[in-house]
């Protein structure tokens, strides 16, 4: 039924209605809504890594994995992804299944969900439409690899993922090893101050570098346990504000990441394969990834892979912190 239908004007658009409301809000997984509704630890975790960031088969054992990894953590993991053109926050194992080996599954950002949903379509969700949909969803914190930034080549071709300005109005705490070291830091850090996302440095004082354990680049904060994460995350609430993400940059453990004399060499190949295939838009982020991979055998994937676990076991104990 529409809601103050006497009220309506030109300039005032009318809400949803229910039958828009049923069949387009986001489906809380039960175990994820039950989990909420208790005050116990809830994870998001986002798809795009599993669908177009990671190779089948090995992306549907990872999926598993993550989620596993949540519950040994005594939290309540939550995949987030569109399927038929209903988004949900937390996916049975059909729907693992169904991210990590459809061909058709698409690429989604926030602005892509609204398009998706009424073309009944499917699609794995960025860090910005997971980050959206789990926040709407009463979720606090949530989990990836990199996040995605401005792009080396930005003074040619303005390429800046649309995660930096939705994580800048979206409350959530996100735990990530930085952004994809494919990207240009040092801007991408710039944009996050001036977009007022709070970054804290886990355990280190440098922001670290994805496949590298650190980027170089100086960090303003530094925490070193779970509880300072929450207190931080309790502050913001207290204050009220701001109404941006906080990050909790992670890094990867020096022992299992990407020689970094290997990691440029092969970065600014695949740099160029890219500039000569033309490839632009979504395509560029999953074409690095994998040029990466092939060109390190495997070495990339595995440094990737150890960043996105300890994130997703860190993510686990901060929500674990937040509840109490
Ligand atoms: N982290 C990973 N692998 C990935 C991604 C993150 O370890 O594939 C994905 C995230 O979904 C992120 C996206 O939002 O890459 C960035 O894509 P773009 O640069 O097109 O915004
Ligand atoms: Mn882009």
């Given at each position: ?33 039950a989990a909420i509704a208790a005050r116990r630890p809830v994870v998001a975790l986002e798809s ?211 020689d970094p004399a290997t990691h440029d060499r092969v970065l600014a190949e695949a740099l160029d ?16 990834l994998d040029q990466l991979m092939r060109r390190t055998e495997g070495a990339s994937l595995e ?22």
């Amino acid at each position: 039924m529409p809601q103050n239908t006497s009220e309506r004007t030109p300039e005032h658009t009318p809400g949803p209605t229910q039958d828009d409301t049923r069949r387009y809000a986001p489906v809380l997984s039960d175990e994820a809504g039950a989990a909420i509704a208790a005050r116990r630890p809830v994870v998001a975790l986002e798809s795009t890594i599993i669908a177009h960031g990671l190779p089948r088969p090995r992306n549907l054992q990872v999926a598993m994995e993550l989620e596993e990894l949540v519950r040994s953590e005594g939290a309540v993991p939550a995949t987030v992804a569109v399927l038929d053109g209903r988004a949900h926050v937390g996916l049975d194992k059909a729907g693992l299944e169904r991210v990590a080996g459809d061909p058709a599954i698409r690429k989604l950002g926030h602005r892509d969900l609204a398009p998706a949903l009424a073309a009944g379509t499917s699609g794995a969700t960025t860090v910005s439409a997971t980050a959206f949909l789990a926040a709407r969803a009463g979720l606090r914190v949530f989990a990836t690899g990199g996040l995605g930034g401005v792009h080396r080549e930005w003074t040619r071709n303005q390429d800046e993922s649309a995660d930096l300005r939705l994580l800048a109005r979206t409350g959530i705490t996100v735990v990530c090893a930085g952004v994809k070291s494919i990207l240009d830091v040092p801007a991408t850090l710039q944009r996050l101050e001036t977009l007022g996302v709070g970054v804290l440095g886990y355990g280190t004082g440098y922001f670290p570098g994805f496949y590298l354990s650190s980027s170089g680049e100086p960090v303003d904060w530094t925490v070193r346990t779970p509880e300072e994460v929450a207190e931080v995350m309790r502050a913001r609430e207290a204050l009220g504000g701001p109404e941006s993400a906080l990050i909790v940059a992670n890094p990867v453990p020096e022992k299992d990441q990407l020689d970094p004399a290997t990691h440029d060499r092969v970065l600014a190949e695949a740099l160029d394969a890219c500039r000569e295939r033309g490839i632009v838009g979504q395509a560029v982020t999953p074409f690095l990834l994998d040029q990466l991979m092939r060109r390190t055998e495997g070495a990339s994937l595995e440094a990737n892979l150890a960043a996105v676990r300890g994130n997703v076991r860190l993510a686990a104990r901060i929500a674990a912190a937040a509840v109490r």
